[in-house]
């Protein structure tokens, strides 16, 4: 599976960006799919994930509430959909696809190549 996110950008804070993640490959629809953020000089860490069917969805607390996950399997796309913007998002967004409903990064397989968001206050 090749993932390709984009839709990053500049917004001031309290405003939305929606990302996107294409994949390719006729098995996109077996995967769990996942976001994962970078700021700069941090780690990579979790976001959300969606069930391969789209049933089931999980969020770290940091985003609760603002984000929403969701995948169009009839598009191989994955969507990940920011509001309420906080300074403190600004990071590279990855999307991942992996066989097991996890926050791990360890636990996903294929990954995208980044897209960047950055939240001006």
């Known amino acids: 599976v090749q993932l390709q996110a984009s839709g990053g950008g500049l917004v001031q804070a309290g405003g939305s960006l929606r990302l996107s993640c294409a994949a390719s490959?006729?098995?996109?629809?077996?995967?769990?799919m996942g976001w994962f953020r970078q700021a700069p000089g941090k780690e990579r860490e979790f976001v959300a994930f969606?069930?391969?069917?789209?049933?089931?969805?999980f969020y770290s607390h940091s985003v609760k509430g603002r984000f929403t996950i969701s995948r169009d399997n009839a598009k191989n796309t994955v969507y990940l959909q920011m509001n309420t913007l906080k300074s403190e998002d600004t990071a590279v967004y990855f999307c991942?696809?992996?066989?097991?409903?996890?926050?791990?990064?360890?636990?996903?397989?294929?990954w995208g190549q980044g897209t960047l968001v950055t939240v001006s206050s």
């Open positions: 969606i069930s391969a069917n789209g049933d089931s969805t």
């Open positions: 991942a696809a992996g066989s097991s409903w996890s926050q791990s990064s360890n636990s996903y397989y294929y």
């Open positions: 490959g006729r098995t996109f629809n077996g995967y769990v």
